[in-house]
């Protein structure tokens, strides 16, 4: 894809996440991996961004991230205002803007990490979107105390196209604060065999090809949690 296409996407996914409800205040966040030929001529400005960590990425990495704060009701009218780019190799680490001092996400050291994954296990994955779904955080409530699998056989005996079209299942990972590097190693672990996972509480993470692919997956799972909340 295309600078032009990636955006008018984001903006298209960026108002259904909206409209859907799953996107309150500033919450949720999207990620997309780039080959230096997609890479917006716009961001040009760079702004420093503190980290304690050491990162190891193997290849040079481009990612397109939301930036802290931003609305996806706002990123629909111009996503270009409300997204930077992330610059990764070894452990040297840049951030560029589009003439803002705009920051990334709160939870990007979380999605460089995924993509660094991604990016060796999963290289036809190259974006990652997290948001709020809200029956499928409910369901994190209902059925706090049981195990990923025990989650998994609900969603795939109320609704059979669940097990159609996710049949490996829903990752789950347990509560961890936002941003934090135990959510990220946790959500890891659970990219191996799932593209979606719910994390506890909080939200829903996609990795996938593209954004829509990503957003199916989730409305899945979400459909059949709302169903076995409305049976039970």
Same mark, same amino acid.
């Given at each position: ?15 259904? *996440? !909206? ?11 999207? %990620? =997309? ?10 961001? %040009? ?18 990612? *397109?991230?939301?930036?802290? +704060?931003?609305?996806?009701? *706002? ?7 409300? !997204? +930077?780019?992330?610059?990764?190799? +070894? ?32 290289? %036809?994955?190259? =974006? ?43 990752? #789950?990972? $347990? ?12 959500? =890891?672990?659970? *990219?191996?065999?799932? %593209? ?16 829509? $692919? ?5 409305? =899945? ?6 169903? #076995?909340?409305?049976? #039970?």
């Amino acid at each position: 894809m295309n600078t032009k296409e990636i955006f008018k996407e984001i903006s298209e996914v960026s108002n259904h *996440l !909206f409209h859907m409800g799953w996107a309150e205040r500033n919450a949720g966040n999207i %990620s =997309i991996r780039l080959t230096i030929d997609s890479i917006p001529d716009s961001f %040009s400005k760079e702004i420093y961004i503190k980290h304690d960590f050491l990162i190891n990425c193997p290849k040079v990495m481009y990612l *397109l991230v939301s930036t802290t +704060g931003s609305r996806m009701r *706002l990123i629909t009218k111009n996503p270009e205002d409300h !997204f +930077g780019l992330l610059y990764c190799h +070894g452990n040297e680490i840049k951030w560029y803007t589009a003439d803002t001092d705009n920051l990334p996400s709160s939870e990007w050291i979380s999605h460089l990490r995924m993509h660094i994954f991604l990016e060796l296990h999963k290289p %036809s994955h190259k =974006i990652i979107l997290h948001t709020h779904p809200t029956e499928l955080i409910a369901l994190s409530h209902k059925l706090y105390s049981c195990t990923e699998a025990q989650i998994n056989d609900t969603l795939w005996d109320i609704m059979p196209e669940v097990k159609y079209f996710i049949p490996e299942g829903l990752g #789950y990972v $347990e509560l961890f604060d936002p941003g934090s590097d135990e959510l990220a190693q946790n959500t =890891i672990l659970e *990219l191996i065999n799932h %593209s979606v996972v719910l994390w506890k509480k909080h939200g829903c993470l996609a990795s996938a090809k593209n954004l829509w $692919e990503a957003i199916e997956q989730i409305e =899945i799972l979400n459909k059949a949690a709302k169903i #076995y909340l409305l049976a #039970y």
